[in-house]
């Protein structure tokens, strides 16, 4: 049984930097970690991915978060991590991060209906 668990979130100003935490266990060897967010009134979007095995591992990162956010992993603690700066309003929302146990191209790494294993999620809140 794959279990997905998210920490991190929080409450900072524009321009300021979180990094959240996504620890799972039961995973393959080989999988797909990916962040998603979604705030009130807004669809789901693919925040970032990486893609990995015990050799070699892969990003994807959503265009409206290149250039601010890194997704970086620990791989002997299952852990990944999103570190986000130059944070703005608009990235406030629910972060949930997700895993499917294979390895996805990148460009269908950041496609919700790809993962079946979710976390609760964590809150980012961003004040102007």
């Known amino acids: 049984q794959v279990n997905v668990v998210e920490t991190g979130g929080g409450s900072v100003q524009a321009g300021g930097s979180l990094r959240l935490s996504c620890t799972n266990s039961?995973?393959?060897?080989?999988?797909?970690v990916a962040w998603f967010r979604q705030a009130h009134g807004h669809e789901r979007e693919g925040v970032a991915a990486?893609?990995?095995?015990?050799?070699?591992?892969?990003?994807s990162l959503s265009d409206s978060v290149k250039g601010r956010f890194t997704i970086s992993q620990d791989y002997k603690k299952n852990t990944v991590f999103l570190e986000m700066n130059d944070l703005r309003p608009e990235d406030a929302g629910t972060y949930r991060c997700?895993?499917?146990?294979?390895?996805?191209?990148?460009?269908?790494?950041?496609?919700?209906?790809?993962?079946?294993?979710w976390g609760a999620g964590t809150e980012v809140a961003v004040s102007s």
């Open positions: 997700a895993v499917f146990l294979g390895w996805l191209v990148p460009k269908e790494a950041l496609k919700a209906y790809r993962y079946g294993n």
């Open positions: 990486l893609i990995t095995n015990s050799d070699s591992n892969v990003t």
């Open positions: 039961g995973v393959s060897r080989t999988r797909s």
